[in-house]
């Protein structure tokens, strides 16, 4: 009877082990998109700043993709279209458009430091867990 009682017990610690494993490697592809959504706006920061005092007309070379390159000319130099999301973009100023990317960063920073924190309570569960396990082996 207590044998089976052991087995029961194992097997809903493997099976609570394989769940939290799980977990943690979603939240670990939610912490990594989150960072690709940080290196793009930093991106769009880095281009905006890189545009700063380019008048119309400056020639520059826009990526296409592949490693390929177009020649293009600056319309508009004080005005940059920021996207919304759903296919929609909104036309702003340079000094808006950065208000706008500092503050979807600020709060992708809030968003990946909440999945970090998750990200830690469960591998500290998981942990917990293993070396309840390790009780089993011996």
Known sequence: ???EA??????????????YQGRMEALQQQANLIQASINDVDSALKAITSLEGAGEGHELLVPIGA????HATIAKPDKVLVGLGADISVERTVADARKIFQARRTELEKALAETNGVLNK???ELMRLQQEAEKYRQ
């Open 1 to 3: 009877m207590a044998a």
């Open 6 to 19: 052991n087995e029961d017990q194992i097997r809903e610690l493997v099976a609570k082990m394989q769940a």
């Open 67 to 70: 490693g390929s390159f177009v």
């Open 122 to 124: 469960v591998a500290g």
